[in-house]
């Protein structure tokens, strides 16, 4: 009977608008979920009969087809704490470790991730984040691996060369007195003062003093305390260069000379320990003309160990470690995962997915590249949830709900007449 029919068909549809209100809640309840992509209720209609006479079908109700998730693009909100990130563009980031007792590979658009005390690039639930390590020169390898980016370090380069720009005056009288290495001072006309590293990190202070031994001559000695030298004693200088500057009339530099000995022999380090000290040419260097003596610049390319101090990631997910010592060194890549279909992937709650046959396979690499989005670092991408669409939806679920339960209430009405007719 048709009008037992319509109790059953008001029933699916009240059971089809009851779990769209469900999965409406659901969205609403994430909307400040962190990468949350939001679902929608597919319905569809069930299994219609065929009427007597070729009259025509009669439909059975509704159905929930599925429950389908949205990857759209969330709005990005800065942080400015540098191991957030967010994903600009498609893909997720992938994050390896158990969740829910489980060990595997997850994916997640939340890039709330952080540092662990092991140094490894971890979410908020200790999963660690993939990537591509770099080796100890910054070049990124290849091989998923765990990015472990925390315990860098940045190690000493000897120093080689020392670079020197200055005017000696020209002005200045002859020096008859010959240089006394252990009172430089007193002894010589101008001194320059830089720093210099050995193999090892270790600081040294280098003294070059400047002594005018003709009109257009100077001889130029470079000292260290002996502290720090093989064979040198503490507080006391130890020359370790010496040589030559001859300037023309206009006050250029035309030659510069550099005694083979002596040498620096720092100690614990590799010794000797090769010094050039580059003065210049013409007046890009030293110079000598008839005006105060001054250092310009005093410049040297080596430097101590250093420890990391933060680390900034750029688009493409190359984290970049910043160090004590001024050095910077790549120390990893975040990788990236692209699928063909996402809205197949299978949530597996904490804001993960898990990879499903539907979603095609993974297509992991380097962010920016290969239709994967670009990473925004410091920043984070809120839930796609839009509440007011969300609330027209609800008052249409609520409206379909109501609609069916009037549909029972009608049909129960017309049952009620129908049995009245035996009294």
Do not use: C
């Not at 319905?43 to 219609?48: G, Q, S, V």
């Not at 000696?168 to 101008?190: E, G, Q, Y």
């Not at 305390?225 to 250029?252: C, H, K, M, R, Y």
């Not at 160090?323 to 597996?348: H, I, M, W, Y």
């Amino acid at each position: 009977m048709s009008l037992l029919t319509s109790l059953y068909t008001g029933t699916t549809g009240m059971q089809a608008n009851s779990l769209d209100l469900a999965v409406i809640g659901d969205n609403i309840a994430n909307a400040n979920t962190i990468g949350f992509k939001s679902g929608r209720t597919a319905f569809e209609d069930m299994m219609a009969t065929s009427l007597i006479g070729n009259s025509g079908q009669l439909g059975l109700g509704a159905n929930v087809q599925t429950i389908q998730k949205l990857i759209t693009q969330g709005a990005l909100t800065t942080t400015g704490l540098a191991t957030d990130l967010a994903l600009q563009g498609n893909g997720m980031f992938v994050v390896k470790g158990n969740h829910n007792g489980t060990d595997g590979q997850f994916y997640t658009r939340a890039g709330q991730f952080t540092v662990d005390k092991d140094g490894y690039l971890v979410n908020l639930e200790g999963m660690r984040v993939q990537g591509y390590p770099a080796s100890a020169t910054g070049t990124v390898q290849a091989g998923l691996n765990d990015l472990l980016v925390g315990k860098a370090s940045s190690a000493p380069l000897a120093t080689t060369t020392i670079t020197l720009q200055a005017n000696l005056d020209a002005r200045t009288a002859v020096n008859a007195t010959p240089f006394d290495p252990a009172n430089p001072k007193a002894t010589s006309d101008f001194a320059s003062s830089t720093t210099v590293y050995d193999s090892l990190g270790v600081a040294h202070t280098v003294d070059i003093y400047y002594k005018k031994t003709a009109a257009g001559g100077w001889d130029w000695h470079a000292e260290t305390d002996g502290g720090g030298v093989q064979g040198g004693t503490a507080n006391i200088p130890t020359e370790i260069g010496a040589g030559t500057l001859t300037f023309d009339a206009s006050g250029n530099l035309t030659a510069s000379t550099q005694a083979a000995a002596p040498v620096f022999n720092p100690i614990g380090a590799v010794q000797p320990q090769a010094l050039t000290f580059d003065f210049g040419t013409g007046t890009s260097g030293v110079t000598q003309f008839g005006s105060t003596n001054t250092n310009a610049f005093i410049s040297q390319n080596g430097y101590g160990a250093g420890t990391l101090s933060n680390i900034n990631i750029d688009e493409k997910g190359n984290v970049v470690g910043a160090f004590s010592n001024g050095q910077t060194r790549t120390l990893g890549e975040v990788a990236v995962a692209k699928f063909e279909s996402p809205d197949q992937l299978e949530r597996a709650g904490g804001n993960l997915f898990n990879a499903m046959p539907g979603a095609g396979e993974p297509n992991i690499g380097a962010a920016a590249t290969g239709g994967r989005g670009a990473i925004v670092a410091g920043a984070l991408e809120q839930s796609n949830v839009d509440l007011a669409t969300e609330f027209v939806r609800m008052i249409a679920a609520q409206r379909g709900f109501q609609a069916n339960s009037k549909t029972i209430s009608t049909a129960d009405q017309l049952l009620a007449e129908l049995m009245t007719l035996k009294r």
